[in-house]
Every structure is written in structure tokens, then in C-alpha cells.
């Protein structure tokens, strides 16, 4: 059972365009984390939100979690070929860091220059 | 990732051999936690563990997988008699007391 969808699983674009990758889920968490993974390496956490409604910015990324906690999504601004990669959503069940993180099956980005 | 160290990087076995993977985690970090990624898809979770304690492993197949994380010494992950659908990509995270998880470089598993 996949707990935590991703959408779109790919996504190829031009460098300068917007795009919005979603993570979605009819359960709760109480955090939400967003990782990048390149090619041969592992995660590299990007963000992680707690708060329902909180919006948080890194630079041209821009991310938040829904109001009911149970959703999330990443905006990425002028996106640039250096953007490419793999980017996941992961929810945490539990406070702090006590628990396992369950994983969206990814979204693939490649942005073309 | 420098900071959790995994080796090896890349490991091949053929079937029916024992693989044995480690994972020193952050300078700090009490929590370790293991993960299998599958090609092109998200990471999935098999175990989490504190020094001497298995907390949760209710992500570990129930034969042949085992894993531990001594008093002194790197995590462990241990597949015995491997076949070919344990190839895949194992990672370890560790982690501190405020939220976010520092992930290794990852094991490459293939059996042949």
C-alpha cells in the first residue's frame, strides 16, 4: 500500500519554466520532509515541515504542507538544469526523530538547457 | 553525506552467499535507521535501531534479514543466502534529537 503519492513521477522541462511536484496522502503526519537524491548517492534532505499551512522558501523553492497535514507540495521557481534529479517526499508518523519515514515513490526531473 | 559513512559502496554476490553491510553513523547520532531503494522507486524502510536495541523492524523481511547496532562499532545489515531480488540499493540514516536524517552514500547490492 502506498501511503504517500507523488505526482508527476516524471518530469521533463525547459530551463526557466515553473514547476510544482505533489505529495499527497490521506493520512496525518506529524512532519514532512523533502529529500533530492542524485544518481549513485543517497537523499539529501532539502526541507522539512511541521506545522499545517506552513510555507517555507529555499531559494527558488518553495514548499508547504497542507493544512490538514496529510499533503505537500514543492514549487520550483525558474527552475535551471543544476535542478535535475530525483525528488522525494517523506512523512514522518511520530514527533521528532523516534520513527520510521515513509517514502513517495519519487518524482524524476530533468530540466533541459 | 560524508558525515554517515556506508561501505562498501558497491557489493557482489552471488546467490546463496551471506552480504554484510555497515553503516557508522553521524558523530552524535544514537538513531540509526536502514532503507532499500529499488530502481526508480522511493526509499523503503526495513529497520530502526538505537545502540543495542532494535526499536522498530517491522520493514525487515522475516527471513534471512537481521541487523544490529552494537555498544562499539558501525550498524550492521546482514542478508544471508542472498537471491537476485535483494539487488538493490541499501541505505543508512542516522539522526539526533531535532528532526531531519543524514543519509549514507548507500550499499549497491547485486547478486548474480
Known sequence: TQLLEQSPQFLSIQEGENLTVYCNSSSVFSSLQWYRQEPGEGPVLLVTVVTGGEVKKLKRLTFQFGDARKDSSLHITAAQPGDTGLYLCAGARSSGNTGKLIFGQGTTLQVKP | ?112
Open chain 2, 1 to 112: 553525506n560524508a558525515g554517515v559513512m556506508q561501505n562498501p559502496r558497491h557489493l557482489v554476490r552471488r546467490r546463496g552467499q551471506e552480504a554484510r553491510l555497515r553503516c557508522s553513523p553521524m558523530k552524535g547520532h544514537s538513531h540509526v535507521y536502514w532503507y532499500r531503494q529499488l530502481p526508480e522507486e522511493g526509499l523503503k524502510f526495513m529497520v530502526y535501531l538505537q545502540k543495542e536495541n532494535i526499536i522498530d523492524e517491522s520493514g525487515m523481511p522475516k527471513e534471512r534479514f537481521s541487523a544490529e547496532f552494537p555498544k562499539e562499532g558501525p550498524s550492521i545489515l546482514r542478508i544471508q543466502q542472498v537471491v537476485r531480488g535483494d539487488s538493490a540499493a541499501y541505505f543508512c540514516a542516522s539522526s539526533p534529537f531535532d528532526y531531519g536524517y543524514t543519509f549514507g552514500s548507500g550499499t549497491r547490492l547485486t547478486v548474480v
